[in-house]
C-alpha cells in the first residue's frame, strides 16, 4: 500500500522566492505508512442473499418470507416471555401461553406470539397507482405512511389474525414484520387488549478480542450519499475528500490520522438520483425522468459513471475501500440490491484483487473480528435489517429463508444516507454493545464519520468550505 505523506511546511509558503529556495529540514516529507487490518466479507451472509442460484421467479407469495421469519425468531421470543410471564398472577388470573392467535378465548389472561402487521389507510397501492395512471392525475407523493389516527396493529400466524389495542402497544413503535410476543386478554370486539409486550433483543454476540498494545490507532472510514453526476462531481468538499483518504492533506496531525484509516466503506447512493421534485416542464418527454410504482426510474450516463469509477479508483489506490449498493445507484431497487457490477468500473476493478470490492446491500463484514452491518437500533432489538419488507420495501420473494434476519449481533451497526450525523451504544441484557452510526450524507454536509476499531468511538471530520469552484 503507498505511503502516506504529510509535510510540515506554513501555507504561508506560496512566494516565487521560497518556491525556488533551497529544501530545509523543516521542509521534508515525513512519510508514514498506512495502518493495516484483515478485512474478510462475511461470505454466508452474501450467500444467504444471493439469489442466482435459484430458480428466480415471482410466482410464489411473499407470505412464505413472513412465515420464515416467524418460525426462526419464534422458539427465543417463547423463551423470554415464558421467562417473564409464565406463573404471573394478575387480577388473580395465572397468566399462560396460547400456541395460536385464534386459539384465544374471551377474558382469559394469556400471552401469545406472531408477527406485526400494520393496516396502513396511506400507504401506497399498487392497484391504485395503476388505476391513477390510466384514468386520473399522478397520485401526490406521501412524506409517510404511518396515521395514528387510522392505523390498526394486528398479530398474526399461521392460523390467522388479531387486532391489538391498548396504550402499552403503541409504546414501542412497531412496524409491519416485527416477531413479538404480546400479553393481555380479548375483548368482547374481538380484539386483543395488551398489557406488555416483548422483543427478540438482541441476538447473541462473539466476544471482540482486545489488542494487547493501543499506541496506533485504527479507524474505519464511512461515507454515504455522495450523489454525483454529470453537474456535481467537482466541488472541493469532495477533494478535499480524497486528499485526506489519500493522506495528502494537512500537516503530521492530519496525515497521522488519514494513515490510521484501514478500510473506507461508501454505503450507498455514489450516483445522484434522477428526481422530478424540480424538473423542467420545457424538456422533452423522452428525456423526463420516469417514476414507476412510486419509484423514480433510474437512468446514469457513461459520462457519470465514469466520473464515480474515477472517484473510487483514485481512494482505493491509497486506502482499501468497499463500494455498497444505494437506491439510487445503477442496480436492482429490490432488496437484497446486487453489487453494481464491475464493467461500471473499468478503473476500479484493476483493484478488485487488493484493495476494491463492490458489495451488496446489506452487507456484513469481518475486520479483525469486528463485525459490520448496515442496520441500527431499533432492528437489532427485531432481530431483523428490514422488517417492512416485502410491505412497503421491495424485496426478492424469498420461500425457504430470511437473509434480513439478525442471527448474530455485529459491533458496529451503520445506516447510510442520513439526514446528520448520530451514534449510540446499545447495550443488551446478555453483555452485548453495539456502536450504532447514522451516516449522513456528504453531497449535503460534508462529512465523514471515523469509527476506532478499537474503542468503538466515533469522530466527524468536516470538509464544508464556502468556496465554489469554477
Not at 132 to 161: C, F, Q, V
Amino acid at each position: 500500500m503507498a505511503p502516506v505523506a504529510s509535510s510540515s511546511a506554513s501555507s504561508s509558503h506560496n512566494d516565487p522566492e521560497y518556491l525556488l529556495g533551497h529544501i530545509t529540514d523543516s521542509d521534508r516529507c515525513e512519510l508514514r505508512k498506512r495502518q493495516t487490518a484483515s478485512s474478510v466479507i462475511d461470505q454466508k451472509f452474501i450467500e444467504s442473499l444471493d439469489v442466482r442460484g435459484i430458480d428466480r421467479t415471482y410466482n410464489q407469495q411473499f407470505a412464505n418470507l413472513y412465515f420464515t421469519r416467524l418460525s426462526a425468531l419464534k422458539p427465543d421470543i417463547v423463551r423470554a416471555a415464558a421467562q417473564t410471564w409464565d406463573g404471573m398472577k394478575i387480577s388473580n388470573k395465572i397468566v399462560k401461553q396460547v400456541d395460536r392467535v385464534l386459539d384465544v378465548e374471551q377474558g382469559e389472561l394469556c400471552w401469545i406470539v406472531g408477527t406485526v402487521y400494520l393496516d396502513m389507510a396511506l400507504k401506497p397501492n399498487i392497484f391504485t397507482e395503476i388505476s391513477d395512471e390510466l384514468w386520473a392525475a399522478p397520485p401526490m407523493l406521501k412524506g409517510k405512511y404511518r396515521s395514528k389516527e387510522n392505523d390498526t396493529i394486528t398479530l398474526e400466524d399461521e392460523s390467522g389474525r388479531v387486532t391489538l389495542i391498548g396504550s402499552a402497544i403503541n409504546r414501542h413503535g412497531l412496524v409491519t414484520g416485527c416477531v413479538i410476543a404480546v400479553l393481555g386478554s380479548e375483548t368482547e370486539s374481538g380484539d386483543f387488549e395488551v398489557v406488555d409486550v416483548i422483543l427478540p433483543e438482541l441476538a447473541p454476540q462473539v466476544a471482540r478480542p482486545k489488542r494487547e498494545v493501543l499506541s496506533q490507532r485504527r479507524y474505519i472510514a464511512l461515507l454515504s450519499g455522495l450523489d454525483m453526476d454529470e453537474e456535481h462531481h467537482g466541488s472541493l468538499e469532495l477533494q478535499l475528500l480524497v486528499e485526506f483518504l489519500r493522506g495528502e492533506l494537512g500537516g503530521n496531525e492530519t496525515t497521522t490520522q488519514s494513515s490510521q484509516i484501514v478500510q473506507v466503506i461508501i454505503a450507498g447512493n455514489s450516483f445522484r438520483s434522477q428526481d422530478t421534485e424540480n424538473e423542467d416542464p420545457n424538456r422533452s418527454d423522452s428525456s423526463k425522468t420516469v417514476r414507476k410504482f412510486g419509484k423514480v426510474a433510474q437512468f446514469h450516463t457513461k459520462k457519470t459513471t465514469a466520473i464515480v469509477d474515477d472517484f473510487v479508483a483514485s481512494i482505493c489506490s491509497s486506502v482499501p475501500t468497499d463500494l455498497m449498493a444505494g437506491e439510487h445507484d445503477p442496480t436492482v431497487q429490490s432488496l437484497p440490491q446486487r453489487p453494481l457490477h464491475p464493467a461500471l468500473l473499468p478503473e476500479s476493478r484493476s483493484f478488485m484483487h487488493s484493495s476494491f470490492r463492490s458489495l451488496p446491500n446489506p452487507c456484513r463484514w469481518n475486520i479483525e473480528d469486528d463485525e459490520f452491518a448496515d442496520m441500527m437500533e431499533q432492528t437489532l432489538r427485531w432481530r431483523h435489517c428490514a422488517p417492512t419488507a416485502p410491505d412497503t420495501l421491495w424485496c426478492y420473494p424469498f420461500v425457504d429463508r430470511d437473509p434480513f434476519i439478525i442471527d448474530e449481533t455485529p459491533h458496529i451497526y451503520f445506516a447510510g444516507n442520513q439526514p446528520q450525523f448520530s451514534s449510540h451504544l446499545v447495550r443488551g441484557s446478555e453483555g452485548q454493545e453495539v456502536r450504532t452510526v447514522a451516516i449522513p450524507k456528504f453531497s449535503e454536509t460534508s462529512q465523514l464519520v471515523l469509527v476506532d476499531l478499537d474503542t468503538l468511538d466515533c469522530e466527524i471530520i468536516n470538509f464544508r468550505t464556502n468556496v465554489e469552484l469554477a
